[in-house]
C-alpha cells in the first residue's frame, strides 16, 4: 500500500509499507514535487527490496497488470518488432474493454458477460481478448497476485470454419506467366513492378515457403548442382523498429529449420539468381544490395490480382484471393491428397497435423481409387462357395 501526503512547502511524501520475501516489514517513505513523481521515487528506492511483481496485486487495475505483463514479456528476452507489436495491441484491446476493472473485480460471470456481448459484434476479437486476458491473469496468479483464472472457467467464442481455398494444379501453373503477361501489357506510370516475382511464385508454389523465409535466402543456403537440390530453411525477415528488413536467424518457429529437396521447378525459377554458393548475401537483394521488403512483394501481387482481375476469374482463379498464403495452401493440399497429411505437415514445417488439416488442406474430391485397388486385388474374384473354400478336407471326408 502506498500513501502520498502533502508537505508544508508544496510537494508532496509517499509512504509504503510492505514486507520482504523473507517476512521484515519495511516502512520506506520518498519526496517528489508532484504525487505521480513522489510513487516512483518511492518505488525506484525500494525496487532493490522487493520483485517487481510485488506491484501487481488483486487491488490493481486490469490496464496496471496489462503494463507488467508487457514489461514482463520483455525482460523474456529479446522479441522481434513485430511480435511485441502483436502483444502491445492485443493489450490494447484487452484494456479497452476490462482496463477499470481490479483483479479482485474480475469475476467468471463478469469475464463471460463482457466476452460475450463483446462476441456479438466481433467474434474473432473477443477470442482474442480471451486468450490475451487469460495469459494475463495466469501470469498473475503465478505471483500469487490472484487465486484463479477466472477466464479458465469458460471457452472462448466459437468461430464458424472459414473456407480453405486453394487452386488446381493447372490453375497454380499459370500464376507465373499472368504475371508476366501483366507486366508486359501494363502501362500505368511509375517504377514498373518487379519482374522477378513471377519466379518468386514459382518457388513459393514448389516448396511452400512464406515471402519472408523466400526473401530471407543467401546464396548459401542453397545447393542446386548437387545430385539432390537443396534448399537449408535457416532464417525469415522481420519488420524492424522503423519498419526495414531485419535478417531474424531462423525461421517463424526455431524447430521449422530445416532442409527441403527442391523440385525441378524451383530450381529452374531460381537458377538466374544463384551464382555463389559460399556468398551470404541475399537471392533476391533490394536495389541496394540489401533485403527486399516482404510488404514490396505483398503490395506488388495485390497490384497484380486487382489490375488482372479478369484474365485470372476466366481462369476459373478468386482474384483477391490470390496471395503467396494461396500457394501454400494450394501445395499442402497436393501433397496431402497424393502423399498423405503427414507429409504436407513436414513439407511445411508445422509442429502439428492438427495446424495442416485445419488451415491449409481441402479434401480431395474424388478418394479411395488406392484403397479400391487394394480391395480388388484381395477379393476382386470370386471364391466360390463356402464349402468349396473353407472346407475342403472335410468335403472328400464326406464323399
Given at each position: 500500500?502506498?500513501?502520498i501526503?502533502p508537505?508544508?512547502d508544496?510537494?508532496?511524501?509517499a509512504r509504503?509499507?510492505?514486507?520482504?520475501?523473507?517476512?521484515r516489514d519495511?516502512?520506506?517513505?520518498?519526496?517528489?514535487?508532484?504525487?505521480?513523481?513522489?510513487e516512483a521515487a518511492?518505488?525506484a528506492?525500494?525496487?532493490?527490496?522487493t520483485?517487481?511483481?510485488?506491484y501487481v496485486s488483486?487491488?490493481?487495475?486490469v490496464?496496471?497488470?496489462?503494463?507488467?505483463?508487457?514489461d514482463r514479456?520483455?525482460s523474456?528476452?529479446?522479441l522481434a518488432?513485430?511480435t511485441?507489436e502483436?502483444y502491445?495491441?492485443d493489450?490494447?484491446?484487452?484494456?479497452?474493454?476490462?482496463?477499470h476493472?481490479?483483479?479482485?473485480?474480475?469475476?467468471?460471470?463478469?469475464?463471460e458477460?463482457i466476452?460475450?456481448?463483446l462476441?456479438?459484434r466481433?467474434?474473432?476479437?473477443?477470442?482474442?481478448?480471451?486468450?490475451?486476458l487469460k495469459a494475463?491473469?495466469?501470469d498473475?496468479v503465478?505471483?500469487d497476485?490472484?487465486?484463479?483464472?477466472?477466464?479458465?472457467a469458460?471457452?472462448a467464442p466459437r468461430?464458424?470454419?472459414?473456407?480453405?481455398?486453394?487452386l488446381?494444379?493447372?490453375?497454380?501453373?499459370i500464376l507465373?506467366?499472368?504475371?508476366r503477361e501483366?507486366l508486359s501489357?501494363?502501362?500505368?506510370?511509375?517504377?514498373?513492378p518487379?519482374?522477378?516475382v513471377?519466379?518468386m511464385?514459382?518457388v513459393?508454389l514448389?516448396?511452400g515457403l512464406?515471402?519472408?523465409?523466400?526473401?530471407a535466402?543467401?546464396h548459401?543456403?542453397?545447393?542446386l548442382d548437387?545430385s539432390?537440390?537443396?534448399?537449408?530453411?535457416?532464417?525469415?525477415?522481420?519488420d524492424?523498429?522503423?519498419?526495414e528488413?531485419?535478417?531474424?536467424?531462423?525461421?517463424?518457429?526455431a524447430r521449422?529449420?530445416?532442409?527441403i529437396?527442391?523440385?525441378?521447378l524451383?530450381?529452374?525459377?531460381?537458377?538466374?539468381?544463384?551464382?555463389d554458393?559460399?556468398?551470404?548475401s541475399?537471392v533476391?537483394?533490394?536495389?541496394?544490395?540489401g533485403?527486399?521488403r516482404p510488404?514490396?512483394?505483398?503490395?506488388i501481387?495485390?497490384?497484380?490480382?486487382?489490375e488482372w482481375?479478369?484474365?485470372?476469374?476466366?481462369?476459373?482463379?478468386?482474384?483477391g484471393?490470390?496471395t503467396?498464403?494461396?500457394?501454400?495452401?494450394t501445395?499442402?493440399?497436393?501433397i496431402?491428397?497424393?502423399?498423405?497429411?503427414?507429409?504436407?505437415?513436414?513439407?511445411?514445417?508445422h509442429?502439428?497435423?492438427?495446424?495442416?488439416?485445419?488451415h491449409y488442406?481441402?479434401?480431395?474430391?474424388?478418394?479411395?481409387?488406392?484403397?479400391a485397388?487394394?480391395?480388388?486385388?484381395?477379393?476382386?474374384?470370386?471364391?466360390?462357395?463356402?464349402?468349396?473354400?473353407?472346407?475342403p478336407?472335410?468335403?472328400?471326408?464326406?464323399?
Open positions: 500500500m502506498v500513501s501526503t508537505l508544508p508544496g510537494r508532496y511524501q509504503g509499507h510492505f514486507r520482504e520475501l523473507d517476512g519495511r516502512r520506506p517513505s520518498a519526496i517528489g514535487d508532484t504525487p505521480e513523481s513522489a518511492l518505488r528506492r525500494t525496487a532493490f527490496l520483485r517487481e511483481d510485488a488483486d487491488h490493481s487495475t490496464d496496471e497488470l496489462a503494463l507488467w505483463w508487457l514479456k520483455r523474456l528476452g529479446p518488432a513485430g511485441l502483436n502491445t495491441t493489450a490494447k484491446h484487452v484494456v479497452e474493454h476490462f482496463g476493472l481490479r483483479l479482485s473485480e474480475l469475476t467468471i460471470a463478469r469475464c458477460t466476452i460475450r456481448t462476441a456479438k466481433d467474434a474473432p476479437l473477443a477470442r482474442r481478448v480471451h486468450r490475451t494475463m491473469i495466469a498473475a503465478r505471483i497476485a490472484r487465486k484463479t483464472n477466472p477466464l479458465a469458460f471457452a468461430l464458424p470454419k472459414p473456407e480453405i481455398y486453394t488446381a494444379p493447372e490453375q497454380a501453373a507465373s506467366g499472368a504475371y501483366w501489357e501494363r502501362d500505368k506510370p511509375g517504377p514498373k518487379d519482374p522477378r513471377a519466379d511464385l514459382d513459393l514448389a516448396v512464406r515471402i519472408g523465409e523466400l526473401l535466402l543467401r548459401c543456403d542453397l545447393r548437387n539432390t537440390p537443396t534448399l537449408h530453411l535457416t532464417a525469415t525477415l522481420t524492424g523498429e522503423k519498419g528488413p531485419v535478417w531474424q536467424p531462423h525461421p517463424k518457429h521449422q529449420q530445416r532442409t529437396v527442391l523440385p525441378l524451383a530450381v529452374t525459377a531460381l537458377r538466374p539468381y544463384v551464382d554458393s559460399a556468398s551470404r541475399p533476391f537483394p533490394n536495389r541496394r544490395g533485403w527486399s510488404g514490396n512483394v505483398r503490395r501481387l495485390r497490384n497484380f490480382r486487382d482481375s479478369e484474365p485470372l476469374e476466366r481462369a476459373g482463379i478468386r482474384h484471393q490470390v503467396a498464403q494461396l500457394l501454400r495452401r501445395l499442402a493440399t497436393l496431402a491428397n497424393e502423399a498423405g497429411v503427414f507429409r504436407a505437415t513436414e513439407q511445411l514445417g509442429a502439428s497435423v492438427l495446424t495442416t488439416e485445419r488442406v481441402t479434401p480431395a474430391p474424388v478418394v479411395g481409387e488406392a484403397s485397388a487394394l480391395i480388388d486385388s484381395l477379393f476382386g474374384e470370386p471364391v466360390g462357395s463356402l464349402n468349396d473354400t473353407i472346407l478336407a472335410q468335403n472328400e471326408g464326406r464323399a
